[in-house]
C-alpha cells in the first residue's frame, strides 16, 4: 500500500484565496483525521470522520475551515478565505478500529501551507 | 484525558539504551498510555501503546510503573535515525472515541 496521500505536498497562496487540500487514506481504513501543526501551537486534531462521517470537529477554528469525506478514499479540508494564520503543515491521517483500545493512525506526508 | 509531562529535550548516544520517561500522575483506571513520534518534516508514527502491563514490540519497550503514574519508553539501541520529537499520550478507550491529543514531546537527540 502506498500509504496515506496527500496532495498538494506544498502550496503557497494569498491572502484571501481558496484553499483546498486532499487527502487519500489507507483503503480498508475507516477512521480519518486531519491535524495542524505549527510551532506555536504544535499539533492539533481539527477534525475527525468514522465511515465518512464526521465525528469530532470541535477543533475546527472557525467557520473558513471546512472539511469533507464523500466516500471512503477521498477527504478534502477546505479555507475560505484564507489568512496568513492559516500558515502551518497540515496532516492527514487513517486508522482503522481494531478494538477500542487500539489508536495506530498512520500519518500522510503533509501539507505545507503559506499564506502570504 | 489525563494530563501527561515529559522533559523537553533529551541525549542518548548512538548504540544506547535511550529511555524517555512520561508523567501521568492523574491516570485513570480506563486510560492507556500510547507513545509516537515524529522525525523532522515527517508526519508522526505510532510506536506502542499499553494499559498496566509491561509492552514490548519491534521498535520499543513500554514499561508502566504499578501505580500507573508514570511510564518510560525504551529503545533498546538507539540509532542516529532514532532522533525525533517523542510524544507520551493518555487517552480513554472507549466507543467511537479514536481523539489523541498531542502535547510538546521530548526532542530525542542521538549524538554519533
Known amino acids: 500500500d502506498a500509504g496515506v496521500i496527500q496532495s498538494p505536498r506544498h502550496e503557497v497562496t494569498e491572502m484571501g484565496q481558496e484553499v483546498t487540500l486532499r487527502c487519500k487514506p489507507i483503503?480498508?481504513?475507516?477512521?480519518l483525521f486531519w491535524y495542524r501543526q505549527t510551532m506555536m501551537r504544535g499539533l492539533e486534531l481539527l477534525i475527525y470522520?468514522?465511515?465518512?462521517?464526521?465525528?469530532?470537529d470541535s477543533g475546527m477554528p472557525e467557520d473558513r475551515f471546512s472539511a469533507k469525506m464523500p466516500n471512503a478514499s477521498f477527504s478534502t479540508l477546505k479555507i475560505q478565505p484564507s489568512e496568513p494564520r492559516d500558515s502551518a503543515v497540515y496532516f492527514c491521517?487513517?486508522?482503522?478500529?481494531?478494538?477500542?483500545?487500539?489508536?495506530?493512525?498512520?500519518f500522510g506526508p503533509g501539507t505545507r501551507l503559506t499564506v502570504l | 484525558d489525563a494530563k501527561t509531562t515529559q522533559p523537553p529535550s533529551m541525549d542518548c548516544a548512538e548504540g544506547r539504551a535511550a529511555n524517555l520517561p512520561c508523567n501521568h500522575s492523574?491516570?485513570?483506571?480506563?486510560?492507556?498510555v500510547y507513545w509516537y513520534r515524529q522525525i523532522h518534516s515527517q508526519g508522526p508514527q505510532y510506536i506502542i501503546h499499553?494499559?498496566?502491563n509491561n509492552e514490548t514490540n519491534e521498535m520499543a519497550s513500554l514499561i508502566i510503573t504499578e501505580d500507573r503514574k508514570s511510564s518510560t519508553l525504551i529503545l533498546p539501541h538507539a540509532t542516529l535515525r532514532d532522533t525525533a520529537v517523542y510524544y507520551c499520550?493518555?487517552?480513554?478507550?472507549?466507543?467511537?472515541?479514536?481523539?489523541?491529543?498531542f502535547g510538546k514531546g521530548t526532542l530525542l537527540t542521538v549524538n554519533p
Open positions: 491521517a487513517s486508522s482503522y478500529r481494531r478494538d477500542p483500545s487500539y489508536n495506530e493512525q498512520f
Open positions: 483503503s480498508g481504513h475507516d477512521y
Open positions: 499499553g494499559l498496566k
Open positions: 470522520f468514522n465511515n465518512n462521517v464526521p465525528i469530532d
Open positions: 492523574t491516570i485513570s483506571g480506563n486510560e492507556y
Open positions: 499520550i493518555v487517552r480513554v478507550a472507549r466507543g467511537s472515541n479514536y481523539k489523541l491529543t
